[in-house]
């Protein structure tokens, strides 16, 4: 029971260039969220899919697309990278029926754009 | 709204105890507190429901005064394990359609030396 993996850890970006964050859960929770983490700023959330084939936009979406691939998988596409998304990303799931669960979070991705 | 957390550092020595603060502007329905150590996923320390309860984990326990809309940290006897950051994530009490979305505080960076 791997619970929530992310890949890939590391990553630096030039300016403009696009890529994929995969992140991926086993434990067949309904709900997946997208953070964003900066120094002093907490964790915000960048996109929430409250279940399979749905996505809405949480705090800071601007600059992300997003994709639930199944009810595993939850995808972040960066289309055209800046520096202001150097951050550390966080994917997080929950089962989300009764609002007594929380969230389980992933290891991160630690992403640089230069 | 991000939730406010007080104070942002707090240095102890081993077998001393905290207390950590996270006071929310709007009607929470639950509170979730998580610890993260430097470079790794935040852990799920313990959930606070509406209703005013309390909760403990060993050693670690927890307060949520739903009329303040506030919710305080315990740390007792304070081990040097317990060094990290700390971050309240707050979910509000509107209705059943905020899909378990969580607004984290800025963080506290708790500090145990020997």
């Known amino acids: 029971n791997a619970g929530v993996t992310q890949t890939p850890k590391f990553q630096v970006l030039k300016t403009g260039q696009s890529m994929t964050l995969q992140c991926a859960q086993d434990m067949n929770h309904n709900s997946m969220y997208w953070y964003r983490q900066d120094p002093g700023m907490g964790l915000r959330l960048i996109y929430y899919?409250?279940?399979?084939?749905?996505?809405d936009k949480g705090e800071v979406p601007n600059g992300y697309n997003v994709s639930r691939l199944n009810k595993r998988e939850f995808s972040l596409r960066l289309e055209s990278a800046a520096p202001s998304q150097t951050s550390v990303y966080f994917c997080?799931?929950?089962?989300?029926?009764?609002?007594?669960?929380?969230?389980?979070f992933g290891p991160g991705t630690r992403l640089l754009v230069l | 709204q991000q939730p406010v957390q007080s104070p942002q550092a707090v240095i102890l020595r081993e077998g001393e105890d905290a207390v950590i603060n996270c006071s929310s502007s709007k009607a929470l329905y639950s509170v979730h507190w998580y610890r993260q150590k430097h470079g790794e996923a935040p852990v799920f320390l313990m959930i606070l429901l509406k209703g005013g309860e309390q909760k403990g984990h060993d050693k670690i326990s927890a307060s949520f005064n739903e009329k303040k809309q506030q919710s305080s940290l315990y740390l007792t006897a304070s081990q040097l394990s317990y060094s990290g950051t700390y971050f309240c994530?707050?979910?509000?009490?509107?209705?059943?359609?905020?899909?378990?979305?969580?607004?984290f505080g800025q963080g506290t960076i708790l500090t145990v030396h020997p």
């Open positions: 997080a799931s929950s089962e989300f029926r009764t609002r007594k669960e929380t969230q389980y």
């Open positions: 899919s409250a279940s399979e084939g749905t996505t």
């Open positions: 994530g707050t979910e509000m009490s509107a209705g059943g359609t905020s899909y378990g979305k969580l607004t």
